[in-house]
């Protein structure tokens, strides 16, 4: 007598053979069937310099920098060494000669946005950074980065140090980065602390521990800069080591012998004492002039920098992260503070890769109609001009004379004025987009930045460190000072400081082209200046925080060449805002002497000497002379072991038994990360069990290519019982049969990116599978079990198959923290196979996500069919749309024989789900219940959560048994099911997301039910 296991091992199997489709599915490059790409636009012919400390890696496009950027290592290293009483052999240094191509670096993977200055990485230490065309800015990252490369190596030397590093707060270890490569001596850093001391909001040690409301890297650097200065230095590297082994918390009771609250308490003490009587004799950010963009909820670190006036001063374009997922380009009318333009948005797929917003702002045209900004494309930076009328992009510039763009500068003659990088330095540019010609201005190693024309297009204003104290043999830099150049003749002249020590940036003609504004931090507060042809000098805003965009020598000043109306983005709140200023506002008045004797820009307490301050005083110990010669070799691809994956043994149980479970991979790639290879294998339960796949990647060149080869066994089974007569006696006997399926391939993709967003992908892969069946009997009596056996079964027929794919896929998407809530992807692909099976696979899925804040609409259309004489073959497995990730309520678990309206081996209901070929369209509307603030309604960082009400509808069918089209929940007939409900993803600590939904599925009899999916939304 067969018992009721039938219906249900019947299910069972079919989910068997639906989750068996991954075998089938091509292998994608990288395992992505969406994501945007990171292109390897260009190839670079790397050489190897090396130093006594270093192994410097770059190419002749960076030449000119790279000899200086060797000598300023190894001073970094003198310094360093002694700072933190640790000596390393060598490390390598990568350098790029500007920041677009830094971005296409295979060393690390995944994005780097363009506010990242450098990076080190942990498998080698590696240190990765592009040369910013400032000297000083490339000395300062430089510095930054190889504290890091000593505290990875600290951590290495001691037991249990590296995993210890990285549960260190980003405080401790970007703070003391900064610290040790900047000093106390830091206006941008102290206007920071003044805004914290104006809002009463200065954090606490515990509160920079666990909240991210406070940048790690300003606070961090403020608060070590206490320590050295109270405790001496030495006490940092001691809390660090300490910290290592047993938690900073300890490390702060051990070396200082205070807990973390009273140091905060007394850190606190000291920042006000040092800030307060310079705010309340200021004027509070607030009052700097009328704020143009009010936001409803005031959040903390709002982001409105790089204002762009137009001529008559009517609109001002700027760049803002009021989106929350990104920086976008904006144009607002500056009279009745309402914005009007969204130039870019995350909703729309842009023909470039990204904005340029960091080191620049948008330029109008004289006529106030076309506005001028850099765009990141193919790799390179480009002017894109975008004309106001038209509403669309209608002329692009790449000049090959710069290999990277900033701080463009339309001028009254039509001509435009920028700097471009190239060799690792900065230069003076001129553009005609009449005829795109361009001309080079300066050709050095001083640095330039904002140009400024002047209205009667003969001068240009800019910013530069070329002074008598800049010293490219001693490598030791002036502060940025003003200079203007004449646009025929090429003569510089250098304009007067206002103070020896203030840095003067960002220079704006006024209309009568009589006087200059600029920006200087002098006494440590940045605040504007006007100064005039016949020198006089008079100051415009006197702040309390300051003006200043992200960093120091981002865009934060435009004057209206015509009107004289001014927009300056001040500090306020751990953000930037746009302040309007009338043209009579702007007239400035005399200097306050006192100012000038400031301490302002220190960091408390404002020690005398300390090793930090002596070492960033002293150029030259430490730095090898400038005409040492360093020996230079071809860069050689070599492979070496990056990591292996931590090895795991355990006790696996499943249905199928219980036994021992062990894996473990190894990777290794060459030192730019352009070669890899990896292998895994993992073992569980019988020898025949054990699976394993090695692969090799080479993404060096734009086309990436991937081959690989596997075995994998998938083990599956069912259980039925029925009695048996044995020697006259009846036994029970439950049946096992284990189903081992061998999936043998060998395969390799390759794929083309046409930009960050859409790409071309080619695969093949040959596949021989076999199967194994054995059979466990296991005989009971009345009273207990009296004996089994294990034999082998009948295995089906195995297949040998070749396949192939080609794939059009595009992903302009933006992941929040569960789903994609912005933007759009689409994947199509033709996959035909051909061997022991015969047939065509075909895919359409096409996904669009409109946000309209705080919600998203998410929509899905997604057609999967294989056509041709197997695709309906009981070799292969059906498809089924029950699965979570398609049509929530039908899941295939969740049937059980009641619902089969025949017979137990006849169920309809179920047997609609499955076909050849199936559709499916889903609707949802994603609401972020709990997040980060600004995106959540209710702000919670920890376990983020999504509400989602949907809608899914789908259909399976074959070649001869096609779906009627009618919503009919009585028919037993193929027609399209449908389910509603809601469902809530939740962020499990960024480790996975967990989807319930409580779907009601129209067509069964089962009613509202639960079901539950680890998989992010769709």
Excluded at 644 to 664: D, H, R, Y
Excluded at 802 to 826: C, E, H, K, M, N
Excluded at 912 to 938: C, D
Aim: aromatic share 12%; with cysteine; glycine share 10%.
């Amino acid at each position: 007598m067969i018992r009721p296991f039938r219906a249900l091992a019947r299910l069972t199997g079919h989910l068997a053979l639906a989750s068996a489709l991954a075998a089938l599915a091509p292998a994608v490059l990288l395992a992505q069937y969406f994501g945007r790409n990171k292109v390897q636009y260009e190839s670079f012919d790397f050489r190897v310099l090396h130093t006594d400390h270093f192994d410097i890696h770059w190419y002749p496009a960076e030449s000119l920098a790279t000899a200086d950027a060797a000598r300023m290592a190894e001073r970094w290293y003198s310094r360093l060494s002694q700072g933190l009483t640790h000596a390393f052999s060598k490390k390598p240094i990568i350098f790029y000669a500007n920041h677009p191509d830094f971005q296409q670096t295979n060393v690390v993977g995944g994005f780097i946005d363009q506010s990242t200055g450098g990076i080190t990485e942990g498998l080698r230490t590696r240190i990765v950074m592009p040369f910013t065309g400032l000297y000083s800015e490339n000395d300062h990252v430089l510095g930054h980065e190889i504290v890091h490369g000593f505290q990875y190596d600290i951590a290495m030397t001691q037991t249990g140090g590296l995993q210890n590093l990285g549960s260190l707060p980003l405080w401790v270890i970007e703070g003391m980065a900064e610290y040790f490569s900047v000093g106390r001596e830091d206006s941008h850093t102290a206007m920071w602390m003044r805004d914290a001391v104006l809002r009463n909001d200065i954090p606490t040690i515990n509160q920079l521990t666990r909240s991210t409301r406070y940048f790690p890297y300003r606070y961090g650097q403020a608060l070590w800069a206490y320590i050295g200065g109270r405790y001496g230095d030495e006490a940092i590297t001691r809390i660090y080591r300490v910290s290592l082994r047993e938690g900073f918390e300890a490390a702060f009771r051990r070396v200082l012998g205070r807990s973390t609250d009273s140091v905060s308490k007394e850190w606190h003490a000291a920042v006000r004492d040092a800030y307060t009587p310079v705010v309340q004799s200021r004027t509070a950010p607030e009052q700097a002039g009328t704020r143009l963009l009010e936001r409803s909820r005031g959040q903390r670190g709002e982001t409105d920098i790089s204002p762009s006036l137009s001529p008559d001063g009517r609109r001002l374009a700027f760049f803002s992260g009021r989106g929350i997922f990104g920086i976008d380009l904006y144009i607002a009318d500056a009279e009745r503070g309402r914005i009007v333009k969204r130039l870019t948005s995350p909703n729309n797929d842009n023909h470039f890769d990204a904005l340029s917003f960091l080191a620049s702002a948008g330029s109008w045209s004289p006529d106030g109609q076309r506005l001028a900004f850099v765009t990141q494309v193919e790799g390179d930076h480009e002017l894109s001009i975008y004309d106001m009328d038209q509403d669309r992009i209608v002329q692009r510039f790449r000049p090959e004379e710069a290999e990277a763009i900033t701080d463009p500068s339309w001028g009254p003659d039509g001509r435009i004025a920028f700097v471009g990088h190239g060799r690792g330095i900065s230069d003076l540019f001129v553009l005609d987009p009449t005829n795109g010609s361009v001309q080079q201005l300066t050709d050095d190693r001083y640095s330039e930045l904002h140009p400024a024309w002047s209205p009667d297009g003969r001068t240009i204003a800019f910013t530069t460190d070329r002074d008598p104290a800049t010293d490219f043999d001693r490598l030791s830099y002036a502060p940025m000072r003003l200079a203007l150049i004449d646009a025929g003749t090429r003569e510089i002249r250098l304009l007067p400081r206002i103070a020896e020590q203030a840095r003067q940036t960002n220079p704006q003609w006024a209309p009568d082209g009589q006087s200059i504004f600029f920006i200087a931090d002098r006494g440590g507060v940045a605040d504007v200046y006007r100064w005039g042809l016949d020198g006089t000098v008079r100051q415009v805003t006197r702040l309390a925080t300051g003006v200043s965009g992200i960093t120091w020598s981002s865009p934060a000043l435009s004057v209206a060449s015509k009107s004289g109306r001014m927009m300056v983005s001040v500090f306020t709140n751990q953000g930037t805002s746009l302040f309007r200023l009338e043209a009579e506002q702007t007239i400035g008045s005399p200097l306050v002497e006192g100012d000038a004797q400031l301490t302002a820009g220190i960091l408390p307490p404002a020690v005398e000497s300390n090793i930090v301050a002596a070492y960033l005083d002293a150029p030259l110990p430490g730095l090898p002379a400038a005409a040492t010669d360093f020996s230079v070799t071809d860069y050689r691809s070599k492979l070496q072991l990056d990591y292996i994956g931590a090895p795991s043994v355990g006790v696996a149980t499943s249905p199928f038994g219980t036994g021992l479970s062990g894996a473990i991979a190894l990777y290794f790639g060459d030192m730019l990360g352009d070669r890899v290879v990896g292998g895994a294998i993992q073992a569980q339960g019988s020898f025949k069990d054990i699976g394993g796949e090695v692969f090799y990647l080479n993404q060096k060149n734009r086309w990436n290519w991937l081959v690989s080869a596997s075995h994998i066994p998938y083990l599956t089974g069912f259980a039925v019982g029925y009695d048996t007569l044995i020697g006259g006696q009846v036994f029970d006997v439950i049946e096992r049969q284990l189903l081992r399926a061998f999936y043998d391939e060998i395969g390799g993709t390759i794929q083309y990116p046409f930009s960050q967003t859409r790409r071309f992908e080619l695969g093949a892969s040959g596949t021989k599978v076999s199967y194994d069946v054995e059979v466990e009997r296991y005989y009971f009596d009345p009273f207990q079990q009296v004996g089994s056996e294990r034999v082998s079964g009948e295995a089906p027929p195995g297949a040998t198959y070749a396949q192939a794919y080609a794939a059009l896929v595009g992903d302009y998407s933006i992941f929040g923290l569960t789903s994609p809530v912005a933007g759009g992807r689409w994947r199509f692909e033709v996959s035909p196979v051909f061997g022991d099976l015969n047939f065509q696979s075909f895919l359409a899925d096409w996904r669009r996500y409109f946000y309209a804040r705080p919600v998203t609409f998410a929509f899905r259309a997604l057609h999967f069919g294989r056509y041709g004489s197997d695709a309906e073959s009981n070799r292969i497995s059906p498809l089924f749309i029950g699965f979570e990730s398609l049509v929530r309520g039908y899941a295939s678990e969740s049937f059980d024989g009641s619902e089969c309206s025949r017979s137990e081996s006849d169920c309809p209901e179920f047997d609609r789900l499955i076909g050849s070929r199936i559709g499916v369209a889903s609707l949802e509307m994603r609401v972020p219940l709990l997040g980060p603030e600004g995106f959540g309604l209710i702000p919670f960082n920890f376990l983020p959560l999504e509400i989602a009400p949907f809608v899914d509808a789908g259909a399976a069918w074959t070649k001869d048994q096609g779906v009627r089209f009618a919503f009919d929940r009585e028919t037993l007939d193929r027609v399209p099911v449908v389910s509603y409900g809601v469902s809530a993803r939740v962020n499990l600590l960024g480790y996975a997301v967990l989807e319930a939904y409580y779907a009601f599925p129209t067509h069964r009899k089962k009613g509202w039910h639960w079901g539950f999916n680890f998989a992010p939304g769709w």
